[in-house]
C-alpha cells in the first residue's frame, strides 16, 4: 500500500515536499510513480521513479527542473520536491506503482492547492 501526504496551500512560486510512504512491501524493487488530478480533467502521470537504479522519467517538461524526487529506505519513502510552483499544478497528487495497471485501487491522495 502507498500512502501520499504532505499537501497544502502554497502561493505561486513556493514549495512543497510531498511524502509517499510504502507499508507491505520495500519500495526499493520497485518503480513508483506520482500522478495527480486537477479539478474537471482526468488523472495523469507527473513521473516515474526507479528507486532500484535512481532513473527518473518526468511525463511533461514542464515538471522538469520544478520537481524531483528523493527517497529514505530506512523510512520506505519516496519524496517529491516541487519547487517553483504554478496555479495550474494545483491537483489531488497521488502516489502508485509505475504504471498502476487497469485495476489499481487509488489511495486518497494528497491536496495542493497554488494561490495566484
Known amino acids: 500500500q502507498l500512502q501520499a501526504s504532505g499537501g497544502g496551500l502554497v502561493q505561486a512560486g513556493g514549495s512543497l515536499r510531498l511524502s509517499c510512504a510504502a507499508s507491505?512491501?520495500?519500495?526499493?524493487?520497485?518503480?513508483i510513480g506520482w500522478f495527480r488530478q486537477a479539478p474537471g480533467r482526468e488523472r495523469e502521470g507527473v513521473l516515474c521513479?526507479?528507486?532500484?537504479?535512481?532513473?527518473?522519467?518526468y511525463a511533461s517538461d514542464s515538471m522538469k527542473g520544478r520537481f524531483t524526487i528523493a527517497s529514505d529506505n530506512t523510512k520506505n519513502t519516496i519524496y517529491l520536491q516541487m519547487n517553483d510552483l504554478k496555479p495550474e499544478d494545483t491537483a489531488i497528487y497521488y502516489c502508485?506503482?509505475?504504471?498502476?495497471?487497469?485495476?489499481?485501487?487509488w489511495g486518497q491522495g494528497t491536496q495542493v492547492t497554488v494561490s495566484s
Open positions: 507491505g512491501f520495500t519500495f526499493d524493487e520497485y518503480t
Open positions: 502508485a506503482p509505475c504504471p498502476p495497471g487497469a485495476n489499481y485501487e
Open positions: 521513479f526507479g528507486s532500484g537504479d535512481g532513473s527518473t522519467y
